[in-house]
């Protein structure tokens, strides 16, 4: 019989007709018995009648059919999900008591959910699907409500937002319960699906417990593998998750099991995935390694493994290394992990699936392997990946490698020479790419992190470039931070004064003073960035150090000490010892430093505090207590600091490397009260010239001494006249001067030293005379004590570049004047001198004169050898004045310029 003419009885005689219609869509397996339902409009007689029964048999036909015709094809289900009658059937669910009509709602959802889940949301299914889950409905039932949420769960996006906002988590969680095999398989199915969009919620919904007891307790291999994704996925994206999961007993054992032997692949692939995640834990590289799974993995990336599963064993491999000890990895070169990932980067191409990962892995080993890897041909392979026929990824990864080579100055001329300009090309040409920017900034961060003039030479000429990417990349601004910082730190001060040309010091405040990224690391970066470029320029506009940034420094300085990392970044102390140091030396940031870092710079000099690992060498103990000398200028401490500071530095002096001791000696000379002026016995004793400079201008200091000697004068300088105690001398150098000359530069107003010979000699008020050497102009302390003083200019005779014709005449010029005046000066001191030891030989004659006269052999002999003394020094002080109105007369004789005298 004609099939056509039969669809069309069975629906003229619904609703009796129903169940004839359905034997003859279920019985006929040609598309064409749908196709003739469609045409004679059979969605409208099923709907028709499913309006208006009440009979649960003829109900249940009818769903019947129309999952029939849904199951037929995507557009017969398209027209039942359009199909305004659709909403009203649905709600049959909530109006009939019949379980099997209840199961019909549910499974046509379970059925149109497969593909038009996202629909479906808009009819409120997951009410129905909520209720459908429990375990009263029937299994048929619970099965279709949980198919129907996995169907509609794999819709990413807003179908995950709406499941989550309508709460579906907790009748999911009730059938992690369930004894039926299915509903655990599609449960689990909508949790791992749920997982990548929420993993933090179902963390919170004791996801994880129910699953490890799944993967550990079920015996249905499908249960497993469904329970291992969900871990799997909560594992990537909760670390609350994955932090429960590690700390569970025998979880990390039952997963690394189910990975080493299953023969399932899903599962396999699941606990890989697991065992990956659980790798960026803390302590769980070795927990994992301990089981086993190294070799495993080993194994499972050759060749006649599944491709999935290669490439998943490989990121394992690859992540135990990350962040490992040295024996973490040097178990994986044992087990053979490190060559079969050189096997691969030897040959393969950009498709193959372990290139990343192998490439990943062998990055990580150049931490304790850069030199044995550099022998394998590593820097070559690494060179070679970063090519332009490459994927961004791949290049990135490569790029990562050469960072690792050269990391904290390791191999780093050898991959400056071998890889700089393919570096510097990838970055310019690339800065779209975030990857690649952030890669190869980070390759240039370490090969800063030099003292080599060469180098960092060769980051001056590229400084347009560097200053180009930090403004047009911002994936750029951390490695750019550290570039700009390494550059600052290491480089020359002509390297210094091109960035503050190029502007680099302005880009730094401004990422300092980002309110977006409060507390951030970068802020920190860029303030020690502008301590290297400003920090010792007095009122610098872009110097605003507050107290939280300083409280930074701090933090990120105990980090150092104790070798951990700040805010997930390492540092060493010198790197942050010296922008402080920088900073202490400005005036307006001494009180600042002095509030927030003093308790920290005096743990590092004191010999009972042993709480850090790092800061007792030489270089941090100096810089420390160069700091603590510089702020000691003009700070004042509180009494218990005070105390601890005196005992400290007093330790030092005596026990502390040579200078180290220098330092401490400084900053208790700045503590100890010292005289206001000369005394007349000091004044008496003036007889020198004093010259004060910084060793940067050694050479001129030595000639400014030979034209004083030239003159006839006795000449103070350091070079050759520090005997014993270095303070002890220059302080009785000062007290003795008749004149101090002092040369300027920036060196002089940044040393602690200088500083200190300075205000010393001013507090005693001695004759001073400044001397300008180049374009240096005096500000903070030393421009206030230079006050409105003329100075000399000698910058034309200490020009290199000028011919000796020019540099004489220029010569000749400034001494003239400048002799002039220290003739002018020494004159008046000499007056000084001999009103002062006329004076003492008064006083000398009337207590003798005065004295009783008695026989000298009833005097005791204490008495004796005073009266003695008294008369030594009377022929001593006869014998100066007659000296000094000797050099008087020979001064008076002189013309008034400097002739004569030169």
């Known amino acids: 019989m004609a099939l056509r003419p039969l669809i069309q009885k069975a629906l003229s005689n619904c609703p009796d007709g129903i169940s004839q219609l359905g034997e003859l869509l279920s019985n006929r397996a040609a598309d064409d018995s749908y196709a003739v339902f469609m045409s004679l409009q059979g969605i409208d007689v099923i709907f028709n009648t499913l309006q208006g029964q009440n009979d649960d048999l003829t109900l249940e036909a009818a769903l019947k059919v129309l999952e029939e015709v849904a199951r037929n094809n995507d557009d017969n289900a398209q027209a039942i999900v359009n199909h305004s009658a659709l909403s009203s059937t649905l709600q049959l669910f909530d109006r009939t008591r019949s379980p099997s009509v209840k199961q019909g709602v549910v499974i046509l959802i379970a059925i149109l959910a497969e593909t038009r889940g996202k629909e479906l949301?808009?009819?409120?299914?997951?009410?129905?699907?909520?209720?459908?889950?429990?375990?009263?409905?029937?299994?048929?039932?619970?099965?279709?409500?949980?198919?129907?949420?996995?169907?509609?769960?794999?819709?990413?996006?807003?179908?995950?937002?709406?499941?989550?906002?309508?709460?579906?988590?907790?009748?999911?969680?009730?059938?992690?319960?369930?004894?039926?095999?299915?509903?655990?398989?599609?449960?689990?199915?909508?949790?791992?699906?749920?997982?990548?969009?929420?993993?933090?919620?179902?963390?919170?919904?004791?996801?994880?417990p129910a699953c490890a007891t799944l993967l550990h307790q079920s015996k249905d291999i499908d249960v497993q593998a469904e329970a291992a994704a969900v871990l799997w996925n909560l594992a990537g994206r909760s670390p609350k998750a994955a932090q429960e999961l590690l700390a569970r007993d025998q979880a990390i054992a039952v997963i690394c099991q189910h990975l080493i032997n299953t023969p399932d692949?899903?599962?396999?692939?699941?606990?890989?995935?697991?065992?990956?995640?659980?790798?960026?834990?803390?302590?769980?590289?070795?927990?994992?390694?301990?089981?086993?799974?190294?070799?495993?993995?080993v194994r499972f990336c050759s060749p006649d493994n599944e491709k999935e599963i290669r490439e998943s064993a490989m990121v394992v491999l690859w992540l135990s290394t990350t962040g490992g000890t040295k024996d973490s990895q040097e178990h994986i070169a044992r087990i053979g992990a490190l060559d079969v990932a050189m096997d691969v980067i030897k040959t393969a191409d950009e498709t193959h699936p372990l290139l990343l990962p192998a490439l990943g892995l062998i990055e990580n080993m150049t931490v304790h392997f850069s030199k044995p890897l550099l022998g394998y041909g590593v820097l070559e392979r690494f060179n070679h990946y970063m090519g332009s026929s490459f994927p961004d990824e791949i290049r990135a990864r490569a790029a990562m490698g050469l960072r690792g080579i050269a990391f904290l100055g390791h191999n780093l001329e050898t991959v400056f020479d071998a890889s700089r300009e393919l570096v510097i090309e990838t970055l310019k040409s690339n800065l779209e790419s975030d990857d690649l920017v952030n890669s190869c900034s980070s390759v240039l961060a370490n090969l800063c992190f030099t003292k080599n003039q060469r180098i960092l030479a060769w980051f001056q000429d590229i400084l347009p470039d560097l200053v180009e990417t930090y403004d047009s990349a911002p994936a750029s601004h951390f490695a750019m931070l550290v570039v700009f910082f390494n550059m600052a730190l290491y480089g020359s001060d002509d390297t210094r004064a091109t960035m503050r040309d190029a502007g680099v010091h302005t880009r730094l405040h401004s990422q300092m003073m980002d309110a977006r990224s409060k507390?951030?690391?970068?802020?920190?970066?860029?303030?020690?960035?502008?301590?290297?470029?400003?920090?010792h320029i007095?009122?610098?506009?872009?110097?605003?150090?507050?107290?939280?940034?300083?409280?930074?420094?701090?933090?990120?300085?105990?980090?150092?000490?104790?070798?951990?990392?700040?805010?997930?970044?390492?540092?060493?102390?010198?790197?942050?010892?010296?922008?402080?140091?920088?900073?202490?030396?400005?005036?307006?940031?001494?009180?600042?430093?002095?509030?927030?870092?003093?308790?920290?710079?005096?743990?590092?000099?004191?010999?009972k505090y042993t709480e850090y690992s790092k800061g007792s060498d030489e270089e941090s103990q100096?810089?420390?207590?160069?700091?603590?000398?510089?702020?000691?200028?003009?700070?004042?401490?509180?009494?218990?600091?005070?105390?601890?500071?005196?005992?400290?530095?007093?330790?030092?002096?005596?026990?502390?490397?040579?200078?180290?001791?220098?330092?401490?000696?400084?900053?208790?000379?700045?503590?100890t009260e010292k005289p206001k002026s000369s005394s007349e016995a000091d004044l008496a004793k003036s007889k020198h010239v004093m010259i004060s400079y910084n060793w940067t201008h050694q050479a001129f200091a030595l000639k400014v001494k030979a034209w004083m000697e030239k003159a006839g004068y006795s000449v103070w300088i350091d070079v050759d006249q520090m005997q014993g105690s270095i303070l002890e001398a220059m302080s009785h150098a000062i007290e003795g001067a008749g004149l101090v000359i002092f040369i300027l530069s920036e060196q002089y107003k940044e040393s602690n030293a200088c500083r200190t010979e300075a205000e010393y000699a001013y507090r005693l008020k001695k004759p001073m005379v400044p001397v300008k050497v180049n374009d240096y102009t005096p500000t903070?302390?030393?421009?206030?004590?230079?006050?409105?003083?003329?100075?000399?200019?000698?910058?034309?005779?200490?020009?290199?570049?000028?011919?000796?014709?020019?540099?004489?005449?220029?010569?000749?010029e400034t001494k003239a004047g400048f002799m002039k005046e220290v003739t002018q000066y020494m004159k008046a001191e000499l007056k000084r001198r001999a009103t002062?030891?006329?004076?003492?030989?008064?006083?000398?004659?009337?207590?003798?004169?005065?004295?009783?006269?008695?026989?000298?052999?009833?005097?005791?002999?204490?008495?004796?050898?005073?009266?003695?003394?008294?008369?030594?020094?009377?022929?001593?002080?006869?014998t100066q004045q007659e000296d000094i109105l000797a050099r008087l007369q020979q001064l008076e004789g002189q013309k008034s310029g400097c002739c004569a005298i030169m």
């Open 121 to 208: 949301l808009q009819l409120n299914v997951l009410e129905y699907l909520k209720v459908a889950l429990v375990p009263t409905q029937t299994t048929a039932c619970r099965q279709a409500a949980a198919s129907s949420l996995w169907h509609i769960s794999a819709g990413e996006g807003e179908p995950m937002k709406v499941m989550m906002q309508q709460d579906v988590l907790p009748p999911l969680i009730t059938c992690l319960h369930d004894a039926d095999s299915l509903v655990l398989q599609r449960a689990l199915g909508c949790l791992a699906n749920l997982a990548l969009f929420d993993a933090v919620l179902l963390t919170h919904k004791h996801c994880v």
């Open 265 to 297: 692949l899903r599962l396999r692939r699941s606990c890989l995935g697991i065992v990956a995640n659980l790798n960026n834990l803390p302590g769980a590289s070795a927990a994992i390694m301990a089981e086993g799974v190294g070799p495993a993995c």
């Open 519 to 535: 507390d951030d690391p970068m802020q920190l970066q860029a303030a020690c960035g502008i301590a290297m470029l400003v920090g």
């Open 538 to 607: 007095e009122s610098h506009p872009s110097l605003k150090i507050d107290a939280r940034i300083m409280t930074m420094f701090r933090d990120a300085l105990e980090c150092a000490l104790k070798e951990e990392p700040y805010k997930s970044v390492n540092s060493v102390p010198e790197a942050l010892l010296k922008p402080l140091q920088r900073l202490a030396v400005n005036d307006d940031n001494k009180r600042i430093v002095a509030d927030v870092c003093t308790d920290i710079l005096l743990n590092i000099l004191d010999p």
């Open 622 to 671: 100096t810089l420390a207590a160069e700091i603590l000398a510089a702020v000691l200028f003009s700070t004042s401490l509180d009494k218990h600091r005070l105390e601890r500071v005196k005992t400290i530095l007093q330790h030092l002096q005596q026990a502390g490397s040579e200078p180290v001791k220098e330092q401490a000696a400084l900053a208790l000379f700045n503590l």
């Open 780 to 812: 903070g302390w030393l421009g206030a004590l230079c006050g409105n003083k003329l100075y000399y200019d000698f910058r034309v005779t200490v020009a290199a570049d000028l011919p000796a014709d020019a540099i004489a005449q220029a010569d000749a």
């Open 836 to 878: 002062a030891l006329k004076s003492a030989s008064n006083a000398s004659t009337t207590a003798v004169d005065s004295a009783p006269a008695l026989a000298l052999g009833n005097v005791p002999t204490d008495v004796k050898t005073l009266l003695a003394q008294i008369q030594e020094q009377q022929a001593a002080l006869a």
